[in-house]
């Protein structure tokens, strides 16, 4: 049982390092933006995150999934985290949380 337990507070805290990346054209952080697809967690304590870009032409494409990877890979207990990028489904502003669209004046 205390396994479950580790596994919820590894999620917990890899969604509060997602909660500290930002879109730099957008105010809100990725989380929030609706980037982030999917986050796995298995018994091994690798990370696998699948996210988008708001644009397959993101200005950054390339700084922005280093910088999640970096970011998540620095939690404790985090082994190894692969990355996948995918624009299937493409990203759109109905993806953002309430909270984000609240921000953004769009509510």
């Given at each position: 049982?205390?396994?479950?337990?580790?596994?919820?507070?590894?999620g917990?805290?890899?969604?509060?390092?997602?909660?500290?990346?930002?879109?730099?054209?957008?105010?809100?952080?990725?989380?929030?933006?609706?980037?982030?697809?999917?986050v796995?967690?298995?018994?091994?304590?690798?990370?696998?995150?699948?996210?988008?870009?708001?644009?397959?032409?993101?200005?950054?494409?390339?700084?922005?999934?280093?910088?999640?990877?970096?970011?998540?890979?620095?939690?404790?207990?985090?082994?190894?985290?692969?990355?996948?990028?995918?624009?299937?489904?493409?990203?759109?502003?109905?993806?953002?949380?309430?909270e984000?669209?609240?921000?953004?004046?769009?509510?």
């Amino acid at each position: 049982m205390e396994e479950q337990i580790d596994m919820n507070e590894l999620g917990e805290n890899i969604v509060r390092v997602l909660k500290t990346i930002f879109d730099p054209e957008i105010p809100v952080d990725i989380y929030e933006l609706g980037l982030i697809y999917d986050v796995f967690v298995n018994e091994s304590y690798e990370v696998k995150i699948l996210m988008t870009l708001t644009s397959p032409n993101c200005p950054v494409a390339e700084t922005l999934p280093m910088e999640v990877k970096e970011k998540v890979s620095s939690i404790d207990k985090v082994k190894d985290v692969e990355l996948e990028l995918t624009f299937d489904p493409p990203w759109d502003k109905d993806m953002m949380s309430e909270e984000a669209k609240l921000e953004l004046g769009m509510l």
